[in-house]
């Protein structure tokens, strides 16, 4: 079992940048796939991208490519998701999830794990 909090959310204006954090407790980080999805109100969980366990594989959705970048730390137990060139289209709240199988994924339903998620805003 692995516990996920989510941090780094707020408002933005069109343009600007954040950086997200989410910190796991329990199990080794190290053992997990991660990924980040997002919701916006009166829309499904939508897929942003995704880490494999070593960090050396990542993969983005085409929305966020090359805005977005998931990295993590695993020294930290700690996955980020570096959001630049923020648009109004990216307000959602944005959750963090682990996954004990597989490299990494681009379905909700991989994972096995979830934050409590965390809002981001931007205006325009």
């Known amino acids: 079992q692995v516990q996920l909090v989510e941090s780094g959310g707020g408002l933005v204006h069109a343009g600007g940048s954040l950086r997200l954090s989410c910190a796991a407790s329990g199990r080794a980080f190290s053992n997990y796939a991660m990924g980040w999805f997002r919701q916006a109100p009166g829309k499904e969980r939508e897929f942003v991208a995704s880490i494999s366990r070593s960090g050396g594989s990542t993969y983005d959705a085409h929305s966020v490519k090359g805005r977005f970048t998931i990295s993590r730390d695993n020294a930290k137990s700690t996955a980020y998701l570096q959001m630049n060139n923020l648009k109004p289209e990216d307000t959602a709240v944005y959750y963090c999830?682990?996954?004990?199988?597989?490299?990494?994924?681009?379905?909700?339903?991989?994972?096995?794990?979830w934050g409590q998620g965390t809002q981001v805003t931007v205006s325009s």
């Open positions: 999830a682990a996954r004990r199988t597989g490299v990494y994924g681009t379905s909700s339903g991989l994972y096995d794990y």
